[in-house]
């Protein structure tokens, strides 16, 4: 498992970079199709409580991508946070996959999809529109669609539905359940 730890306004130090690495290693141990996982660190302002220091994590598993964020005022705490929460968001997905029938991980990576997130320059196209993003999406089943985005910790989640071709949205319905919007050409 390749880990790979950057901060934006903060110097990431070897003793920092080492307990993050350590505390990755752990998941590693209980589910070895982890393929590399990207950390940033950042630090910045908060509303009412001074510095904040956060943490994201993407890890990429079978083509899959699972991330967490936590923030904290406390660096090391918010590393810890976010290591819990991948880990279990690892253990879900590990086991609805298990649940499935299929009895492992699919290695099928060209049938997922990928959100690549990766944000582009922020820029202003009107008053409205502050952030713009890419998504990269392939075919896939609503199922899949779901996993991935309880995964991602996304209210909502487009995808190409593999059954009909079109462009589908999933999304978590206040009430409670899931919502499928199904867009036609």
């Not at 904040?52 to 005022?73: L, M």
């Not at 690549?116 to 999406?137: C, H, V």
């Amino acid at each position: 498992m390749d880990i790979t730890v950057k901060g934006k306004n903060i110097e990431v130090t070897e003793a920092l970079e080492s307990y993050i690495k350590k505390k990755l290693g752990k998941i590693g141990r209980f589910f070895d199709r982890i393929s590399d996982v990207q950390v940033m660190l950042s630090t910045g302002g908060s509303k009412s409580s001074g510095i904040i220091q956060k943490v994201e994590v993407t890890a990429r598993i079978d083509g899959k991508i699972i991330r967490a964020q936590e923030a904290t005022s406390d660096m090391y705490a918010s590393v810890d946070l976010v290591v819990d929460k991948l880990e279990r968001r690892i253990k879900t997905f590990k086991g609805k996959l298990m649940n499935r029938g299929r009895g492992r991980v699919s290695e099928k990576a060209e049938e997922t999809e990928e959100v690549t997130r990766q944000e582009e320059a922020e820029e202003a196209l009107s008053d409205r529109i502050i952030r713009r993003k890419r998504l990269t999406i392939t075919p896939m089943s609503v199922e899949e669609a779901l996993l991935q985005m309880e995964l991602l910790g996304h209210d909502f989640f487009i995808f190409i539905n593999a059954d009909t071709s079109e462009i589908n949205i999933v999304y978590s319905r206040k009430e409670g359940g899931y919502g499928l919007i199904e867009v036609t050409t």
